[in-house]
């Protein structure tokens, strides 16, 4: 089955029992669809980037799963139904991510995307000095 990312945003007038309440009904969606779920993320109360539908703010939700097609649709359709919900996007992808995301990782880890092994760091080089004339 293939893999996929699915991330939502719910409105902010909604609380965080009813936004964990969502993420349960689309996730059992899911998995009477034989998909199974390898994680969900809350994001928290975010800041949007512009407004949508009158709001500012948004609760972000991240579903991992590994499910069939046709169940990802019948999500998508409770979704789109679903008023609480100003944006969604799903992702199909190789390989299922492993650890948290990079939005939930803390500050001091995002260093570590930077320093990958495979890369080796650049020396560093003085400047050099200008001749007077």
């Known amino acids: 089955m293939p893999y996929y990312e699915t991330v939502f945003i719910a409105r902010q007038e909604l609380s965080q029992s009813q936004v964990d ?26 800041n949007l980037a512009y407004r949508i ?13 590994d499910t069939p097609p046709p169940a990802l649709i019948e999500m998508e359709r ?21 650890g948290p995301s990079v939005m939930v990782r803390k500050s001091g880890d995002r260093d570590y995307d930077r320093k990958s092994p495979e890369r080796k760091p650049e020396p560093e080089t003085k400047p050099e000095k200008e001749e007077a004339a």
């Open 21 to 46: 309440d969502m993420t349960e009904v689309f996730c059992k969606i899911i998995k009477d669809g034989d998909g199974k779920i390898h994680k969900t993320e809350n994001w928290g109360l975010r």
């Open 53 to 65: 539908n009158k709001n500012r703010k948004g609760h972000y939700v991240l579903i991992e799963s």
């Open 78 to 98: 409770h979704m789109r139904l679903n008023e609480d919900i100003l944006r969604f996007l799903s992702v199909k992808e190789d390989k299922l991510s492993e």
